[in-house]
């Protein structure tokens, strides 16, 4: 999911371009850090198995000299760090968005992969028709919360309990989105043969399991809390439907994974805090913890979003409890975050008392089709 601030103007680049020029110049020429962070989002696409989200993202590309768009120059005058700042992915939902609510029917060859298809003319003339509705889609980032993702989470889990640590856990979670990986307890997992959770759970998470499997244990959850700048709520429909805009085309299973986890949530909504990172972090820090439980910190494909001096003040933070972490309280902090020097996504771990230096345990799938 994907924490921002929206109160920090560096927090949030797209607050400095919202306001749109009264009409765009001649010959919009994009800048090269957002030539280069569309190539390098195609290639991310194209490396995680996503090639229909590659493509429209290549097309969108081809806008950004486009001169009588206001989306388009907006995005090729993009303030900030357009990488960072998902800018590709954030334009490229607008499309999907359009694409799902049938609105511009002429999409419909791209999303299904069809051969012999002139994207960008196809993406041009829908962006002509739609300029104002995809301007928009600009204006925050793409929330990506994913169900898939907790089957890392359950790993990382798992070794820490072989390692000794605790099997009851307190589970405190940044840039929650709409809160699917704090339904974590609610789900079954098969990781490489390995079995945890409910027998009727909401859902069943088989990923793809490379290499070892992870070892066996019961875990029990006390508590799941997280938190979001502008948290989801999955019983609105049209918060629900963005955030399905947000899925990338390619895999069709995350869909049913979404309305799976809509169900759960109508059900019992998870616990959710509309609060920066930062915030959240210290305050979960501040409740006792109990003996014989393992707190953790977990995140996923949040951590660029977060403001510089936020991650210092979480790093600091998780440093100092974890220093006062005993063998019976400790302290974890689970992170899956993208690798975009190697185009992939890296489950790393570090716990206190024991071992406070990140640990790599894996490589994964940015929506958990297998991990590694």
Not at 236 to 262: M, V
Not at 264 to 274: I, M
Request: charged share 15%; glycine share 4%.
């Amino acid at each position: 999911m994907q924490d921002r601030d929206l109160s920090n103007p560096n927090a949030h680049p797209a607050d400095k371009n919202s306001a749109a020029p009264p009409s765009a110049p001649a010959t919009p020429v994009p800048s090269l850090s957002v030539a280069q962070a569309f190539a390098n989002q195609v290639d991310y696409c194209r490396a995680n198995g996503a090639p229909i989200t590659a493509r429209v993202v290549a097309a969108i590309a081809q806008l950004l000299g486009e001169p009588h768009s206001l989306f388009a120059h907006r995005m090729a005058h993009w303030a900030g760090n357009a990488l960072a700042d998902a800018l590709p992915l954030r334009a490229a939902a607008g499309f999907h968005a359009l694409h799902m609510a049938h609105q511009a029917p002429d999409l419909a060859p791209i999303y299904a992969d069809a051969t012999g298809v002139n994207d960008a003319l196809i993406i041009n003339a829908v962006a002509r028709r739609f300029d104002a509705e995809l301007l928009t889609w600009l204006d925050s980032p793409p929330q990506t919360n994913e169900a898939g993702r907790s089957s890392s989470f359950i790993a990382a889990m798992l070794w820490l309990t072989h390692q000794g640590c605790p099997a009851r856990f307190d589970v405190m979670e940044i840039g929650s989105s709409a809160g699917i990986n704090l339904m974590i307890d609610r789900y079954h997992y098969d990781l490489g043969g390995v079995h945890v959770g409910p027998q009727d759970a909401v859902m069943r998470l088989q990923p793809e399991w490379r290499g070892h499997h992870p070892p066996q244990h019961s875990l029990e959850f006390i508590s799941l809390a997280g938190c979001d700048v502008a948290p989801i709520d999955l019983c609105d429909d049209e918060q629900a439907n963005r955030l399905k805009a947000y899925i990338w085309p390619d895999n069709p299973i995350r869909f049913a994974r979404l309305e799976a986890a809509i169900a759960a949530a109508q059900a019992k909504p998870p616990s959710l805090s509309r609060m920066n990172a930062a915030d959240f972090v210290e305050q979960q820090l501040r409740r006792p913890q109990l003996a014989g439980t393992t707190r953790v910190l977990m995140h996923s494909i949040v951590w660029q979003y977060i403001p510089d001096d936020q991650q210092q003040h979480i790093i600091l933070a998780m440093e100092a409890a974890g220093r006062a972490a005993t063998p019976d309280r400790p302290l974890a902090w689970i992170s899956l975050e993208a690798n975009r020097s190697l185009l992939q996504h890296e489950l790393i771990l570090r716990h206190w008392p024991s071992a406070p230096e990140p640990h790599k345990l894996a490589q994964a799938h940015a929506h958990g089709a297998w991990v590694n």
